[in-house]
C-alpha cells in the first residue's frame, strides 16, 4: 500500500523477459535492478514497479493466447487491491481485446476465494 502511494505520474516500464518452457519463467533482476537504483526518484521506481507488472500480466496473457486460443480472465487476490495495478492491468488487458472480470460482490482477496471455494464444494456435494 505504502508502494502504491508513493507512485507518480508516469508511464515507463521496465521488460522483464519470460522464459517459455512448461511454464513461464520471469526473470526478475531488470525489476530489483530499477527498484536499487537510487537515481530515481522513489515515486518514479514505484509506478515503474507497478507499471512493469501490469505490462508483464498481459504480456503472459498474450503467450497464453498465442498457445492455447482466446480466453477470460479474472483478477483475483490480495494483489489486485492494489487499485493502480488492477486498474492498469485491466486497461491494458481489455485493450488487448481480452475479457476481463474483476469481483464486484464479493472481496478480490482471501475472502472472496473462501467464498468460491464454498460454492464450488456445495456444487460436488452429492
Known amino acids: 500500500m505504502m ?3 508513493m507512485c507518480c505520474d508516469i508511464n515507463d516500464t521496465i521488460d522483464l523477459p519470460i522464459t517459455e518452457n512448461d511454464i513461464h519463467l520471469i526473470d526478475w533482476e531488470p525489476l530489483v535492478t530499477m ?3 537510487n537515481d530515481l526518484l522513489r515515486c518514479q521506481r514505484a509506478a515503474i514497479f507497478h507499471n512493469s507488472l ?3 500480466i498481459v504480456q503472459q496473457a498474450l503467450m497464453y493466447r498465442d498457445n492455447f486460443g482466446e480466453f477470460a480472465i479474472g483478477l483475483s487476490g490480495g ?3 492494489n487499485k493502480r495495478l488492477s486498474e492498469s492491468a485491466m486497461s491494458q488487458l481489455r485493450a488487448q481485446g481480452f475479457r476481463v ?5 464479493h472481496p478480490v482477496n482471501d475472502a472472496g476465494l473462501a467464498f468460491g471455494q464454498i460454492i464450488e464444494t456445495l456444487a460436488h456435494d452429492d
Open 54 to 56: 501490469a505490462n508483464n
Open 79 to 81: 494483489v489486485f487491491q
Open 35 to 37: 527498484l536499487l537504483n
Open 3 to 5: 508502494l502504491e502511494a
Open 101 to 105: 472480470y474483476y469481483p464486484q460482490q
